[in-house]
């Protein structure tokens, strides 16, 4: 179970070689990617929302910003995600499976977010190691809250350039941050 933990947040074309290994890969890589996918539709209703995470995207398009969701997810579950959190008509734009070859760490998702951005002046929000790899290899600085299940230390190990408990203590301190910056 370590290992796969250590792994969350990596996607799903990543997953099965990093935890078990070429072979596994090569010989039920597609099968094991299948049964995920549909394990996780049964559970899926019993995901909530982070504390604070439709505030914090309320407070990033009051500050003006740009809000894409750089996810790698297939539609139906991006479109279910948006309608939990109440951010679809709030966020600018989003990614899905379809906008990426490679999924976390390589930074496909982060190029086609900010290619729906507009910009290459952005900031990733992430919880893991793989989302400040992604972020860094696609040019960007993170700013990590601790929901992943990484410490504080090894967020900042990885290169995060802030780290919070929540996305509430993020966004009191928003200001403190690349994402508050003018």
Known sequence: MWRVHRHIGMGGDQIVKAIAGDAV???HGDSLRAAARDEFKRLRDECAPLEGAHELVVELKRRGLVVVLASSSNQDDLDHFLDEL???DLVDDWTTADDVAR??????VIRAALEKAGTGNAVMVGDSRWDIEAAANGGLET????????SEQELRDHGAVAVYGSLVELRAHLGETPLGAD
């Open 25 to 27: 890969e090569r010989d």
């Open 86 to 88: 109440a951010v679809r």
């Open 143 to 150: 700013v990590c809250v601790i929901t992943g299940g990484w």
């Open 103 to 108: 999924t976390k760490p390589h930074p496909d």
